[in-house]
């Protein structure tokens, strides 16, 4: 009986997270998705607790699973930073998802003034 409570709570937890996943939120002054945060205004780009300039991204990668660098599929955010160069982002759901995060994002970068990565 403890078995099937444990496995019941797991299936609860797994469809919550599908059903919760990072929503996107834009509008004339940011854009935010999956942890990541970009300020037009102000030209910044925060992912998770790291803060950058928009012009220090210097790459976004799709990354698909089984290429050796993620086992789920994400995206990479390459940036000019000695300590973290990489904020690797998983991106769960179906679909291209990923690839529509990649494409928002490097609008967002455009839009606060960075580069252009399409």
Do not use: C, W
């Not at 409570?5 to 834009?26: H, S």
């Not at 991204?57 to 698909?64: A, F, Q």
């Not at 998802?97 to 928002?104: D, H, Y």
């Amino acid at each position: 009986m403890l078995l099937y409570l444990i496995v019941a709570i797991v299936v609860g937890f797994l469809i919550y997270k599908i059903l919760t996943k990072p929503r996107l939120q834009a509008n004339e002054d940011f854009y935010e998705q999956h942890g990541v945060k970009v300020n037009f205004k102000e030209g910044t780009i925060t992912i998770r607790n790291h803060r950058y300039t928009v012009n220090q991204v210097t790459g976004i990668k799709i990354i698909e699973p089984g290429s050796g660098k993620l086992t789920t599929r994400g995206v990479e955010i390459e940036v000019d930073d000695f300590e973290k160069p990489i904020h690797k982002i998983t991106i769960g759901g179906f679909g291209n998802q990923q690839k529509m995060f990649a494409q928002r994002l490097s609008v967002a970068l455009r839009k606060a003034g960075g580069p252009n990565f399409v």
